[in-house]
């Protein structure tokens, strides 16, 4: 199996705003890295998160400000460590500075067999599967997963 997972937010300012400078500068050297490291498998690619995002009649609203990931990795401890241990490290530390406040859930994740792509459709389902229900096997949140690994069960 392969752990899925899909991050958003809404920026705190427009993509253009200098005050998002450093996050939107910087997303393409992030994306770089993941792409190159161990135990990545797939990302959904900037045109079609863009085009995803942006629908105003598509399954994350058309907000301008949104901001996502979509990706597939062949396990937790290869997302473990490009979330903790590269470049992506600092972008989340800084998450408050550029993200508006009070958003409540903005992870989840979930398991597919291996070859298996995840659709934005899905990923929004999945979403709103653990906002309504909680953590479980079909939809999760990071300490969710953490809990799952060290006790063997993930």
């Known amino acids: 199996m392969h752990l899925v997972e899909f991050n ?7 993509w253009d705003d200098p005050r998002v400078a450093d996050f939107a500068n910087g997303l393409d050297r992030v994306n770089q890295i993941a792409a190159r490291s161990d135990g990545f498998i797939w990302r959904l690619g900037d045109d079609d998160m863009e085009a995803a995002q942006t629908d105003p009649s598509g399954a994350m609203g058309g907000n301008p400000r949104f ?7 062949r396990d937790f401890k290869s997302l473990d460590h490009f979330v903790w ?6 972008f989340f530390a800084r998450r ?7 958003q409540g859930l903005r992870l989840v994740m979930w398991w ?17 599967h653990l906002k309504t229900h909680g953590d479980s096997a079909d939809a999760f ?3 969710y997963l953490v809990q799952q690994q060290a006790s063997g069960a993930g």
Do not use: M, Q
């Open 112 to 128: 597919v067999p291996e070859g298996e792509i995840p659709t934005i459709e899905e990923a929004v389902a999945r979403a709103e």
């Open 8 to 14: 958003w937010g809404v920026l705190r300012y427009d």
């Open 67 to 73: 901001a996502s990931t979509l990706s597939v990795w």
């Open 141 to 143: 949140g990071w300490a």
């Open 96 to 102: 408050e500075e550029w993200f508006a406040p009070g």
């Open 85 to 90: 241990n590269t470049l992506h490290k600092h």
